[in-house]
């Protein structure tokens, strides 16, 4: 079975902190997006990776793809409130379970 | 570009009712999925077109469940009859290749 895990499922940080999500996938594919889902609204599209060592930032995070070992990485950098929110990865049909991040102040 | 749209936004009924989804994707994206989204199973697909043809049905539930895209600009999925477990929000989503996804607002279908 195709499988895309995540992990940690759950994440409480407090604000001005560093942390990494995980992301496994188990097919061959070469690109990795990650989307970002507030409570009760839709997902919106965050970073495309499209090739072994890819690395695309936009503000506090930071996204990196090593397809070899068939792993995503998103990396927060001094956490704010704002960025509390569901992560998902998805390696372009199946998603992973999300993350649940909650950055206390 | 007003992005993928979805209809209803909010849709209760009836365990037994029939229920249809709607959808319309951004224009000139050539790829359409359908995803169920609930607290125990999180995010599944269901089915995806590719040029107004499946692709991969694989993850619609039941025979209760069926999808189509007549044309280019619209996409159905119904479920008839609805249960009870059904309830979920219902994403539409499209994509130019088939690969980053620009998801609607989501239809939350309550069976009562």
């Known amino acids: 079975e195709l499988k895309v895990e995540q992990n940690p499922l759950f994440l409480s940080m407090q604000e001005g902190k560093n942390y990494t999500i995980y992301c496994n996938y188990s097919t061959t594919s070469d690109r990795l997006y990650w989307y970002r889902q507030d409570p009760g609204k839709s997902l919106e599209s965050l970073f495309v990776l499209l090739s072994n060592g890819a690395v695309k930032q936009e503000g506090r995070l930071m996204a990196s793809l090593d397809t070899k070992a068939r792993l995503s990485t998103l990396h927060i950098t001094a956490a704010v409130h704002d960025l509390s929110a569901t992560y998902f990865c998805s390696d372009g049909l199946t998603f992973g379970k999300g993350t649940h991040l909650i950055i206390q102040p | 570009d007003a992005g993928v749209i979805q209809s209803p936004r909010h849709e209760v009924t009836e365990m037994g009712q029939e229920v249809t989804l709607r959808c319309k994707p951004i224009?000139?994206?050539?790829?359409l999925f359908w995803y169920r989204q609930t607290m125990m199973r999180g995010l599944e697909l269901l089915i995806y077109?590719?040029?107004?043809?499946?692709?991969?049905d694989s993850g619609m539930p039941e025979d209760r469940f069926s999808a189509k895209m007549p044309n280019a600009s619209f996409s159905t999925l119904k479920i008839q009859p609805s249960e009870p477990r059904d309830s979920a929000v219902y994403f539409c989503?499209?994509?130019?290749?088939?690969?980053?996804?620009?998801f609607g607002p989501g239809t939350r279908l309550t069976v009562t």
């Open positions: 224009s000139g994206h050539d790829y």
């Open positions: 989503a499209s994509s130019p290749t088939g690969t980053e996804q620009y």
């Open positions: 077109f590719n040029n107004n043809v499946p692709i991969d």
